[in-house]
């Protein structure tokens, strides 16, 4: 007589997300902070990101803004997270930014290259109410003497403007808030969680107001639904009233891991869209060179009509670096 061998117990599915491994779980609200210590914190940039900087330093991952269109989805697969469900409700929080970040500024392998903080979500959205973790990283590289960029939607960045214009003493230093355009019903649809444009272009003209530098990087233009002449004069005339000291358009990139809500959203809201897009992304994640080179050396023409950057001199060094010992 034969007899199969039959499990006693069945094996159970693993539901838990791989970041729960090595990871702290807080939840506030509707929000889950995954707690961990970072590895590294100064991370190289990919060139297909387009925002001219090879390393940046981001304290979180995940972003309660959730921005439809966010290339940084796709990092939440790696963690065992849904990049559309819950790249706004599960965030990532480096806990240990400040102490990582000023030992590998320390390092000699470290050239002193600009950083861009917040690429992989925004430095400043909720979660630093709670953490506090930028004070420490803005300290670390003030006392570095490393240039850096601050990238930004929110206006808690006010909070910290003090510490900003004590870096840009010693290194250049510019915030650039993000406004690729000003209608505020489709930011309510593509960029739930982000404070609206008004607020945006407020938070620029206060920055400059305490003699912080802050650009603006339009994006994302998006075909199509914010291209017009008119929707980009509009953008263009009011960074300019704000006293913007540079303006960096950028169009809509689909990366995948952002390509397939975005599309998905297309064809449900706009569905005669979508052929037009299939030919600007058919080649792949940047839009086509021909439209790209058009629309943005337009805003480029629109900046310098508005005298954005204009009047804004060289950067200079107003003190010296107090250098500091790295804490290992």
Known sequence: MRFDALPLVEHPVQTRPRIERRAVRRAEGETTFYEVPARTIIDRVPEAAGLGLSFAVSPYRGC?????????????????????????????????????????????????????????????????????????????????????????????????????????????????????????????????????????????????????PCGVLMAPILPCLTDSEDQLRAVVRRVAEAGAVSLTPMVLRLPSGSREWYLRWLAEEHPRLLPRYEELYGAGPVAAEDYRLRVEGRVAELARLYGIGARRLPWQPRRTVDRQLALL
């Open 64 to 212: 309660a803004h959730a921005c439809l269109y966010c290339g940084a989805r796709r990092s939440h697969r790696y963690l065992g997270l849904d990049g559309e469900r819950d790249f706004g409700s599960a965030i990532v929080v480096k806990t240990d930014a400040a102490r990582r970040l000023r030992a590998e500024l320390a390092s000699p392998r470290w050239a002193g290259e600009t950083v861009g903080i917040g690429l992989s979500g925004d430095c400043y959205q909720d979660a630093e109410r709670v953490y506090r973790l930028m004070p420490g990283i803005l300290a670390s590289l003030r006392d570095a003497g490393n240039p850096f960029h601050v990238m930004t939607k929110s206006t808690l960045v006010l909070r910290d403007a003090e510490l900003i214009a004590q870096a840009a003493e010693v290194a250049e230093v510019q915030t650039r808030v993000s406004i690729g355009f000003v209608d505020d019903r489709l930011r309510r649809v593509v960029e739930p969680g982000a404070p609206s444009a008004q607020k945006r272009l407020e938070l620029c003209a206060e920055l400059v107001e305490r003699g912080v």
